[in-house]
């Protein structure tokens, strides 16, 4: 044996700690926690009427993986984002098992479609991996379908609902409203229309009409004509991507003035559709206008790294890797059962926000920090970017977290069906 073929075979001795190498006879195996890198899948859509928040969230799992590697990765290990386009339900199932069993990733985060999340929700919980899920709203996901290998980083419609629900009912703009519904046809829209409506009626608004629309609608004017018959006094919106934008712009070339509020609200398709076709008291996640330390520094890097601030994805993209690696780390562990008990007792987590977030362990949902927002007027805005002005945290710095949250009455949530 040369010199070089012992020190090699040394170091696979004391990487190995004692157990076989896969394929090499007579050579001990690296265990897991000796693999290079640590896999980490992202699926999202990259393409289609959702693609455009998808290549944001990308942009957030990327910076973050970067940071986190330069801080020294995850357990003495660097860390190895693999992505996939998960345009439709079908695809995502197929891609969550590929890589789940051929690249043998240890978590996956990421998704936007409610419809694909619980796709890959179901491969996860059959394979026993770990998924974070960064983007999908729909409350079915957090109830019913829940599975304790899955934990929710995007709020859930209720969620979204209560933010600007609160807000409203306080200013007196919910009892006996009359609020017209346009909301996307697909699990995500049937959702929010629903816990949307229970809400408002729970609080005496008056739902007239909602209108289920196809995604990637080109043309409203059939569904604005409609509104402008019933002659409302809120058009809420349930649509999500490119939707969002093409009704916006739609609304404002037809000059109507009825007050427009949503369900849900993604900042991508607002800077899209830009601040002239803007208007009223929506709700966010996250905003690049928070002006605290954490906020900051990520909106700084981020705009520098890709020419432009963060929106909500890429911040729920970006702590999805920051939260995994944080856990990794408290568990001194990659293994799906010691990252479920290490979060599931109420570890606390940075979110760039005012205050820290921790996972409920009944239904997996973070709890966190919601904002009231309103489109600023346009001499007030600094760039094409600057469209919002935050007006409040939801729930208040006094309130408990919870009070956006949905109950177990609500979305009841068992982990052992």
């Known amino acids: 044996m040369t ?41 999202t859509p990259l393409t289609g009427f959702l693609g455009q928040l998808g290549v944001y969230g990308q942009n957030g799992a990327k910076m973050a993986v970067e940071e986190i590697n330069a801080r020294g990765g995850v357990l003495g290990r660097k860390l190895a984002l693999i992505t996939e386009d998960s345009v439709n339900p079908g695809v995502a199932v197929a891609k969550a098992q590929k890589l789940i069993e051929q690249d043998k990733v240890l978590v996956i985060i990421g998704e936007i479609s409610s419809a694909s999340a619980g796709a890959i929700m179901e491969q996860a919980k059959r394979l026993k991996a770990l998924y974070f899920n960064t983007g999908a709203n729909s ?16 709020g859930c419609n209720t969620m979204y609902t209560k933010t600007i629900g609160h807000w409203q009912k306080r200013q007196g703009l919910i009892k006996g409203a009359r609020w017209y519904m346009l909301t996307a046809d697909y699990a995500f829209g049937h959702d929010l229309a629903r816990v949307s409506t229970r809400f408002l009626q729970e609080n005496g608004g008056i739902v007239v009409q909602n209108d289920l629309v196809p995604t990637n609608t080109p043309d409203y004017s059939p569904y604005i004509l409609k509104i402008r018959q019933a002659n409302p006094d809120f058009v809420y919106l349930n649509l999500a991507g490119v939707d969002q934008t093409t009704f916006l712009k739609q609304y404002k070339e037809y000059g109507l003035t009825y007050k427009l509020a949503g369900g849900v609200m993604d900042t991508i398709p607002f800077w899209a559709a830009g601040i002239d076709a803007l208007s009223g008291y929506w709700q966010s996640l996250w905003y690049h206008g928070l002006t605290n330390k954490g906020a900051v520094a990520f909106t ?8 432009g601030p963060p929106d909500n994805q890429a911040w729920g ?28 007792k ?29 489109v600023k007027e346009k001499d007030k805005a600094k760039d094409k970017w600057d469209i919002f002005e935050i007006i409040e945290a939801s729930p208040g710095p006094d309130e408990s977290l919870e009070l956006i949250q949905p109950t177990k009455a609500e979305n009841a949530c068992s982990f052992a069906t």
Request: proline share 1%.
């Open 139 to 154: 409350d079915e996901l957090r109830g019913a379908n829940c599975n304790r290998y899955t934990f929710h980083i995007e």
């Open 300 to 307: 700084k890097a981020f705009t520098d790294k890709f020419g």
């Open 3 to 43: 010199q070089t073929q012992a020190l090699s075979r040394r170091r696979v001795l004391k990487a190995a700690t004692g157990t076989a190498v896969l394929g090499m006879v007579g050579f001990p195996a690296i265990t897991e926690a000796q693999v290079d890198t640590i896999k980490i899948g992202h699926l």
């Open 317 to 344: 993209d970006y702590m999805g890797m920051q939260i995994v690696a944080q856990a990794m780390t408290e568990a001194k562990s990659t293994a799906a059962d010691k990252l479920i008990e290490v979060i599931e």
């Open 346 to 374: 109420g570890m606390k987590f940075d979110l760039l926000k005012n205050r820290e977030g921790f996972f409920r362990d009944w239904d997996h949902q973070l709890l966190q920090e919601m904002f009231v927002v309103k």
